[in-house]
């Protein structure tokens, strides 16, 4: 069973940037694809974006394409989250999940493996 650790997390001021990274241990994550997902307070869990085992192929929901970008290390066995341009309505718990399988899924319950999240807060 893989375990997922985030980290990266903050307070920053409107516009400015963060890098969140999910690091696994446990088992490799070179046959898991892996997404972002975000919750804010009162609001249900939302798909950030999501990028294949290899790297190769990304999908991002639409209020982040062109602001976030999502890349993966497997031989750190980590995964990143750059978020660039932040906005207060940013501000939320993004977690990292897991699922194996060469298919990108941007529902949660298509995912297995959780981490248990780290606070991104954008101030205004």
């Known amino acids: 069973q893989v375990q997922l650790v985030e980290s990266g997390g903050g307070l920053v001021q409107t516009g400015g940037s963060l890098r969140l990274s999910c690091t696994a241990s446990g088992r490799t994550l070179n046959n898991y694809n892996m997404a972002w997902f975000r919750q804010a307070p009162g609001k249900e869990r939302e798909f950030v974006g999501s990028?294949?085992?290899?790297?190769?192929?990304?999908y991002y929901a639409e209020y982040a394409k062109g602001r976030f970008s999502i890349s993966r290390d497997n031989a750190r066995n980590t995964v990143f989250l750059q978020m660039n341009t932040l906005q207060p309505e940013d501000t939320a718990i993004y977690y990292c999940?897991?699922?194996?399988?060469?298919?990108?899924?941007?529902?949660?319950?298509?995912?297995?493996?959780w981490g248990q999240g780290t606070q991104v807060t954008v101030s205004s």
């Open positions: 999940a897991a699922r194996p399988g060469t298919q990108l899924a941007v529902t949660p319950l298509s995912y297995n493996t």
């Open positions: 990028i294949s085992w290899s790297g190769r192929y990304t």
